[in-house]
């Protein structure tokens, strides 16, 4: 707003409050300087609040001490709103009289020091008299008011310097720089204010002028970011919606390869059986034909003979086609499977999408929200400046730029700090589809698998033979490498390895089994009669020779298994004979027993309530027996699964912190089957059959509890990876 520039120019809407949406009155200035009627904030703020929000920029600010009345007062808008009221009350009633003399004339001028009309006469008088000569600068013609031509400058010439607000009756000549800039009377100096820094006003308001220039300077190098925000929130929330519609589309697309797909080997798989049954029946007509014509050639009697042989083919014509025919049926179930899957997957990443742009969408709101206060405290700024630059009022601006000028900074540092991260609100994330069907088609499960972690990227041995479950739900893995060496890995049940181990042997060694016994202790046991232990906080190992520390240790012995107990701070080693170790927290022998007879070795034990699991792989036998004294006893024996009519024999064994016992049953012929046994050793209900061991590779080697964020799960070890299941 230039100097010169008339009242009548400025925007009504600049003297409008927002509150009450009427001409302001008595107006205060937040910090934000948006100004707003005295009344309208006591109304808005709550009783006793200590912070108060704009309401045009929504910022909070501290008000203080006391109160709404302690906000500064804008003295530039309310003169300019005194002189608009003086003009609008000189159109009203342009019969305005003086006061000052008999007469009653018509009033032509206006003193603002007096505060009331002159006649031309009391006007020429109050021009000329020595007597009024402070109120020469303040007299004001009526005839500028009827032209409408007053500017900005004009007025604040016009409006006497304020009242000291310690002695009403005298006018403020100094400022007190110590007290924020607060306007004093000469009297003032020798009482409250006595050694305070004092200015004088002109030159103090041409400093804090000369500041706000520079302040302003520096401000308008952000103007073009902050309304360019605007811009780019908008396009990006077209490339948002643009994304969006893109996504779906190649989802669907994908969604329909792979319907197509599946039904295609549905399609193939029926075409196939019915092949099979066509070369079943060529084949079952030659050999009829074939066994007529021998038989034909010979006497009647043979003819019953004959009749017997054709049944006993078809019989076993349809026992065969029985087979393929469940086998197709098999086939074509898990291939329905993996189609209900896709479907439910693609429910699901339609449903991620969606909410992934509504959140994206509230985002977008809520920057457009805080970039439209940002363009609007800009637009207050601008016009404030303006007007106090050009009314050029010492008194008002030394008031009102220092708050002006920690306005400004704040603006400049929130503008500054503007960091939208709009490209990332543009993005879509949605993961790949068919991950539960490739699970199942790796895994070859009959029952769903939570997850698989990929372990063939973090052991680097050439297989594994032993893990164990944290309470943090880090894993523990051994198994052997080339040569003399022994992996010991801990990782996470994201696949990603925390600690390596590896441990060299004087000769080729075989890895065993491992266990937790502290949250940061792994002992284990490999070789012959290698029993280790390491830590993990500080990485040391610690490994001593079952010869050396047992003095009835057997040529022919070796170690075979391991289990701990944490609340008693005991390591339990299993042989291949009947003999058990029991050793302490460093390794020292504490005690030795004898399994109960019928036992011919430990191939996986286990702490359960006070009794060791014994799965005995020779024998075909599982039990739960007493570990008190030296001699154990049997408590229970396991009973065995009845799938299949396999002769199984007990693997391992692990348990879980509601008391289940869970041991994996293996055969020759039938593969593997996981039971889950109740705390009186009864099976419960749930025995499910997992897998078919169609080759080496498959072959389950050891399993364990783990406790994650998500609860316990069960994890079984094959060779290159670690099936999850969740345990309830």
Known sequence: MASATPLKDIDEQFLQCCICMEQLKEPKTLPCLHRYCQECLKKFAKKGAK??????????????????????????TKNIIEYIQLQDSVKVDPLRTCIHC???????????????????????????SSMFKYHHPHIFSLSEAEASNLTVQKLSSLKEAPRCQAHSGKLSELCCTTCDNLPICMPCTYGEHKGHDLTEVTSL????????????????????????????????????????????????EQLDAERERIQKEIRNAEEELE?????????????????????????????????????????????????????????????????????DEIVELLASLNTQKDGQARKIKELSDHFEGIVKRFETVTTTVDCILAAGNDWADVQCIPDVCK??????????????????????????????????????????????????????????SGIAGNTDGSVALLGWGRRK????????????????????TAKPACSRRCSFLTQSQIAFVCDIDDIGLYDMSDRSLKLVKGRDVITNWSPRQWVFSVTTDRVNSTITVGCNNRNVYVFNNRLK?????????????????????????????????????????????????????TIGGGDWRPRTVCTDRNGN??????????????????????????????????NENLKIHAMTSVQTNQGEKLLLVKKKHILVFALA
Not at 230 to 239: D, F, H, L, P
Not at 612 to 630: E, N, P, Q
Request: proline residues 1%.
């Open 102 to 128: 008999k007469e009653k004339l018509k009033a032509s001028a206006f003193c603002f020091r007096c505060n009331d009309f002159l006649c031309e006469t009391c006007h020429e008088f109050h021009a000329s």
């Open 407 to 464: 306005a400004i900074d704040l603006l400049s540092e929130d503008v500054k700090k503007c960091s939208t991260g709009l490209g990332d609100l543009s993005a879509v994330e949605v993961r790949g589809l068919s991950q539960a069907v490739t699970v199942r088609r790796e895994t070859g499960l009959s029952i769903d698998v939570e997850s698989v972690i990929d372990i063939r990227n973090v052991t680097g041995w050439l297989g594994p």
């Open 661 to 694: 016992v869970y041991m994996l049953w293996w055969d020759d012929g039938c593969g593997s089957v996981l039971v889950q046994y109740s705390r009186d050793s009864g099976q419960i209900e749930r025995m499910r059959e997992m897998m078919r061991e169609e």
């Open 589 to 641: 022998l504490i005690k030795s027993l004898k399994l109960p007879t019928g036992i011919i070795g430990a191939t996986s034990i286990a702490m359960h309530e006070g009794s060791l699991l014994v799965c005995d792989l020779h024998s075909r036998k599982a039990f739960a027996v007493t570990v008190h004294g030296t001699a154990s006893q049997v408590k229970y024996k396991f009973t065995k699964p």
């Open 485 to 504: 060496t022994r992996y010991l890995n801990v990782i996470n049940m994201k696949g990603n390895l925390l600690q390596k181990k590896v441990i060299t």
């Open 275 to 343: 092949i099979k049954r066509a070369e079943l029946e060529g084949e079952m007509r030659a050999k009829i034909s074939t066994r007529k014509e021998d038989l034909e050639n010979k006497m009647k009697k043979l003819r019953e003979e004959y009749e017997l042989v054709q049944e006993e083919e078809r019989r076993e014509v349809d026992a065969r086609f029985e087979k393929l025919r469940e086998q197709n049926k098999t086939g074509t179930e898990r291939l329905q499977e993996e189609l209900s899957v896709v479907n």
């Open 205 to 252: 308001a041409e400093i804090q002028r000369e500041m706000l220039r520079c302040k302003v300077a520096d401000l308008m190098q952000y103007k073009g970011k902050a309304y360019q925000m605007q811009e780019e929130i908008g396009k990006t929330k077209e490339e948002l919606d643009h994304n969006m519609k893109e996504d779906k589309l190649k989802r669907q």
């Open 51 to 76: 912070k108060i929000q704009c309401v045009t920029c929504r910022e909070q600010h501290t008000l203080p001490k006391n109160g709404i009345d302690g906000l500064r007062t804008d003295f530039i």
